[in-house]
């Protein structure tokens, strides 16, 4: 697109006026594209206005008010009125590291593997354990990007 905005404009210069202006678009919207990535912004936004309903989701979680059996991890179903906070099923990931209940609402759910989500964790010490690219069995599994967000809340990608 910008390249063909910019033959135009090189060959309607002298006859149309404003020929630029396709151009100029053009390279405002690619610069755009390059400097404000959509995702982050997207994430982000998700966050912020989700955070407050996946905090009442933890806390009935926490207090027993879902029912859920809980072995190492599971996968635990959540009310139909919290069913958009996490992405493809109405349902987040719960698990106990260290004794401490950590919470996952995904954001993204490949077939198999590649997932990426928000991540609740009562006490700030059991993020220290997990590293970059290193297998574990656990809902944070060969993480390839851990980012503290906010205290207790972390976004983590895992392939």
Same mark, same amino acid.
């Given at each position: 697109?910008?390249?063909?905005?910019?033959?135009?404009?090189f060959?309607?210069?002298g006859?149309i006026?404003?020929?630029f202006i396709?151009?100029?678009?053009?390279?405002l919207? %690619?610069?755009?594209?390059l400097?404000?990535?959509?995702?982050?912004?997207? %994430?982000?936004?998700d966050?912020? %206005?989700?955070r407050e309903?996946?905090?009442?989701?933890?806390?009935?979680?926490?207090?027993?008010?879902?029912?859920y059996?809980?072995?190492?991890?599971?996968?635990?179903?959540?009310?139909?009125? #919290?069913?958009n906070l996490s992405?493809?099923?109405?349902?987040?990931?719960?698990?106990?590291?260290?004794?401490?209940?950590?919470? %996952?609402? #995904?954001?993204?759910?490949?077939?198999t593997?590649n997932?990426s989500?928000?991540?609740?964790?009562?006490?700030?010490?059991?993020?220290?354990?997990?590293?970059?690219?290193?297998?574990?069995?656990?809902?944070?599994?060969d993480?390839?990007?851990?980012?503290?967000?906010?205290?207790?809340? #972390?976004?983590?990608?895992n392939?």
């Open positions: 697109m910008i390249v063909s905005s910019a033959v135009y404009w060959r309607e210069r006859r006026e404003n020929a396709p151009f100029a678009f053009s390279f919207s %690619l610069c755009f594209m400097f404000f990535p959509s995702t982050a912004l997207i %994430l982000k936004a966050f912020l %206005l989700k309903e996946r905090e009442e989701v933890v806390k009935m979680l926490a207090n027993k008010q879902i029912d059996s809980l072995t190492k991890t599971s996968h635990v179903d959540i009310p139909e009125e #919290y069913a992405a493809g099923f109405p349902n987040v990931v719960v698990e106990q590291v260290d004794g401490e209940m950590c919470v %996952l609402f #995904y954001t993204y759910r490949g077939l593997d997932s989500g928000f991540v609740y964790v009562p006490n700030e010490k059991v993020m220290t354990q997990f590293k970059l690219r290193e297998y574990g069995n656990s809902i944070f599994y993480p390839i990007e851990i980012t503290k967000i906010t205290d207790h809340w #972390y976004f983590v990608a392939t």
